[in-house]
């Protein structure tokens, strides 16, 4: 099965999301998702102007091969640009390789290891009442697990509360809008959300928190450890994780379990993290991490130290992703949890797929490949709309992390 010609298909509907078609002589395609949120471009051109060409007339069946081929052989390896273009080829063939065999694509990643795949939404609102009315409802559709964020007095705007509760979209502008951050506020404001959410709701469902990024070690530490009466499943991105050891100094304080990884693109990234056992779960998903052959091996490293996956899956990652992300949950033995933000309407229409939520699990389906598509004629329909995340400053003005 050879590769015919590959094109990169950008759409809008709503938001961004960039997807790579590569085509083969016998007839079948396979899809893989490139999105890069507000850098969607930058993927756009490298596999344009510098992976396709390479790609026609190359056996579509040496995923491996291919992989090693677009990383070393681009001498400048890793990052988050390239990786998500090594990921979408990768996908692409994942997908390919399991419709020639007619298989759904966990099948060829050594089958089930499980039913279906738990999957957390996300609740938040513009002060605790409202986030918790919001977790109410997702406890009524069924979910076993809950992200909850909510405002901060004195705080105009925080990550994770959106204008549309239901869809929840922070690349929002055409330049970057700035929010105003308080880490003191915030620390003295979050325990108190997660001791009503418990008082509401038991200890039933899980709760998670995602911190973006925000506190210092020593102050996400003691986050963790005031948290830790209230049992959550994990609190995510307590730091900045370019330098990894930071996490031990979380780890001294705390025994809320910690999540991390969405921001990385490679196994480099989480080497230490997972190693000295600094996190519980990895966060790396199939787009931005080299797709299912390089995730395979994060996993693989994480499973020699208990760290199970939760894989990123905001809106900002397509169904193509997520579909994929699901093969791959179903069938790793060490599968913790996964994301799951709904997509709108309008995107669900331009990416049919065959995965399906029921009881608070997405299940993948049994299609051939991912059992992702895209409808190209309704993607033309919404053409590429300029998107930036925001950017967050301190209240004297100082940048600090978004
Ligand atoms: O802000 O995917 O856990 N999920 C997240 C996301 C990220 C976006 C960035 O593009 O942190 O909402
Ligand atoms: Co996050």
Not at 108 to 137: F, P
Not at 294 to 305: D, E, F, K, T, V
Not at 346 to 356: G, K, R, W
Request: with cysteine.
């Amino acid at each position: 099965m050879k590769i015919e010609s590959a094109k990169v298909i950008v759409t809008c509907p709503g938001r961004n999301f960039v997807t790579l078609k590569i085509m083969t002589d016998e007839g079948l395609y396979g899809l893989g998702d490139a999105t890069l949120n507000g850098r969607e471009l930058a993927v756009v051109s490298y596999l344009e102007d510098h992976v396709i060409p390479c790609l026609v007339g190359r056996d579509a069946h040496r995923i491996e091969d291919t992989w090693q081929y677009l990383y070393r052989g681009a001498y400048w390896r890793r990052g988050p640009v390239t990786m998500t273009a090594i990921a979408a080829v990768d996908t692409a063939l994942w997908d390919l390789k399991a419709k020639a065999a007619g298989l759904p694509l966990y099948q060829l990643l050594g089958g089930k290891s499980r039913e279906s795949v738990l999957v957390y939404g996300h609740a938040n609102g513009k002060d605790i009442e409202q986030a918790l009315d919001e977790v109410a409802s997702y406890v009524d559709m069924g979910y076993k697990a809950i992200r909850i964020q909510c405002g901060v007095p004195g705080l105009p705007s925080t990550y994770g509360v959106s204008k549309d509760r239901l869809f929840y979209e922070p690349a929002d502008g055409a330049l970057p809008t700035e929010n105003v951050w308080s880490s003191e506020k915030y620390l003295d404001w979050t325990p108190k959300l997660f001791e009503k959410a418990r008082a509401r709701f038991g200890f039933e469902p899980h709760f998670l928190h995602d911190v973006h990024h925000r506190l210092t070690p020593i102050e996400a530490a003691r986050l963790g450890r005031s948290l830790e009466p209230y049992r959550l499943f994990w609190l995510e991105d307590p730091t900045p994780a370019e330098n990894q050891q930071a996490f031990r100094l979380i780890r001294q304080g705390t025994v809320t379990p910690l999540a991390v990884g969405e921001v990385f693109s490679s196994i480099h990234d989480c080497r230490e993290l997972i190693e000295e056992q600094l996190i519980d779960y990895i966060r790396c998903t199939v787009v931005h991490a080299g797709g299912i052959t390089h995730l395979r091996q994060i996993a693989g490293l994480a499973a020699l130290y208990q760290v199970r996956t939760g894989c990123h899956g905001a809106t900002d990652l397509s169904p193509v992703t997520m579909g994929a992300a699901l093969h791959f949950d179903l069938s790793i033995h060490n599968f913790g949890i996964q994301e799951y933000m709904r997509h709108t309407p309008e995107t669900d229409a331009v990416f049919p797929h065959a995965y399906q939520f029921a009881q608070g699990s997405l299940a993948p389906g049994d299609q051939p490949g991912h059992g992702v598509d895209v409808d190209e004629e309704l993607a033309a329909q919404y053409p590429y709309r300029r998107a930036y995340l925001p950017v967050n400053r301190l209240q004297d003005g100082t940048l600090h992390n978004w």
